[in-house]
């Protein structure tokens, strides 16, 4: 009887798909940045290689429209909604595998693996395997090895990142009814879990080194086995105060094999440590830390080899940074502001231009700021260089930007 009702309620959960019409040219389109609307708030986003394809994770409900999978097409540099994904567990993150054959979202209490092509053409059931990696885990970020063979999972409410085997969950097959008959059944997905990766409290980024022989990670609060200080103020308002969080490197070799015994260094980070983003060539790991309004850089051969020594620059920014990327040959990072526990984080914020040149510099680093919408949460970078993509979520839109223009926007 309750193998029947969450057979029922994971399939109206998955794989109900919208079809909702939205491919008329927007006037703004031919501008150097320009916003999109999408039908809910957006968390994630991710494009195919090609470009004509971009999926957008709707991370909860808004005007009467679901969360789930937002499919849009780029046609002829118009970019509009084809289809809604539906999902009742919302996602959050998402990722592409590097050969763009699996979407995969992270979605509360599960891991959702979809059909790249079926979310294309809108053929039925483009959801085909799911994973509980644990009870509520509070799934809410993923990332894949460069071979596709390995995923990984931060899970907020657990304080680990959880590690599965791709080859494991290709060698079920892509059958949605059977697979989802095997839900949380070793005999299913769940046998692709090779373990848990212990880090802190509200694990989020995913971001892998140069070579992809590290992994590195933020956790937002240091739990209290660590026995750090407690020395920032809560961001939500209640009383008392927190520690530091963390960046935390993982062996990717020894996780895909032993997770529990993969860390190799923890460094603390500032308040809430949330994104990271990484150089061109692997020198310097920048990290947004929410409730230090800051970004912290640092150097990533200190960072793994002598973790004790590793002292960030801090780079002072706006409100509660989330989103940060690293633009033009990495010569130019953008910060997202999202005034997150600010009585203006449901009004339209700005993103901060750092010139990466200047870092470390007596010169400021800071260039300017160009408008971005309500609360910037995530940024996707086109695999040219050329192309930014940023959701906006408490505005619901997905923002464009051309990225041979930022220095022109700059200068207006």
Known sequence: MIQGRLKSYYWSQFLLVSLIAFNQPLSAQNEASF???????????????????IFVSIAGHSRGAPGGIAVLRNRGGVIGLVRTVEMLRWPS???????????????????????TKRLETGES?????????SPKAGSVYVNVTADDKTLFVSDESVQAITVIDLDQIRSIGRNSAANLAAYNSHAGASAAIVGKIPVGISPVALTFSKDQRWLFTTSEVAPPAWKWPRVFERENGKPG?????????????????????????RVPAGGSPVRLALSPDGSRLFVTARNSNAVLVFDTVVLIKDPVRAVPIRIPVGTNPVPIVLVDNGS?????????????????????????????????????????????????????????????YLSDTLQVIDVGSLRAILSK
Request: proline letters at 7%; glycine letters at 8%.
């Open 35 to 53: 916003e999109v609307v999408v039908p809910g708030p957006p968390f994630g986003v991710v494009v195919s290689k090609d470009q004509q394809w």
């Open 93 to 115: 993150g998402i990722v592409l595998t590097h050969d763009g054959d699996m979407l995969i979202a992270a979605a509360g209490d599960a891991v959702v693996f979809f059909d």
């Open 125 to 133: 059931a483009p959801a085909f395997q799911w994973i509980s990696d």
């Open 241 to 265: 105060k927190v520690p530091e969080g963390a960046v935390i490197v993982v062996d990717v070799a020894k996780a895909r094999t032993n997770p529990k015994e993969s860390v190799v260094a």
């Open 332 to 392: 130019l990072a953008l910060v997202g502001n999202s005034n997150r526990y600010s009585a203006n984080a449901a009004k339209s914020s700005s993103l901060i231009v750092l010139d990466t040149s200047r870092i470390g510099t007596r010169e400021t680093p800071t260039l300017g700021n160009i408008p971005c919408g309500a609360y910037p949460r995530e940024f996707h970078l086109t695999a040219d260089g050329r192309t930014l993509f940023l959701t906006n």
